[in-house]
């Protein structure tokens, strides 16, 4: 469940950046409390996980999601550049989020 817990709360921190964007963009306050409670709900999620996660893995991966997510929802919605060796690199950080999981 922790697992689970740690996908959650990478998901809502990509949330959290993706409102970053849009509140620079549009500065309401729709977007000010979607922010609030994308990065809220990343930190209650991730404290959640690290009750039985160790504090490296859980914030490793975290922060891994949250970048690569980050960067991916920046290129979908943002027409950031996807470029070989941007996506290769995102696919490196996930890659070394999967491996945490294998050893831990």
């Known amino acids: 469940m922790s697992w689970m817990y740690l996908i959650m709360a ?17 500065r309401n306050a729709v977007s000010f409390l979607l922010l609030v409670a994308g990065f809220g709900l990343s930190f209650l999620f991730l404290s959640l996980a690290m009750q039985t996660l160790p504090m490296g893995t859980a914030y490793a ?29 995102i696919a490196m950080v996930l890659g070394s989020a999967v491996g945490l999981k294998l050893v831990s």
Do not use: C, H, Q
Request: aromatic residues 14%.
């Open 61 to 89: 991966v975290w922060t891994g999601i949250g970048a690569s997510g980050g960067a991916v929802l920046g290129m979908i919605f943002y027409g950031e550049p996807r470029n070989f060796l941007r996506i290769l690199f």
């Open 10 to 26: 990478g998901i809502f921190e990509m949330t959290g950046v993706l409102m970053m964007n849009k509140l620079n963009k549009d």
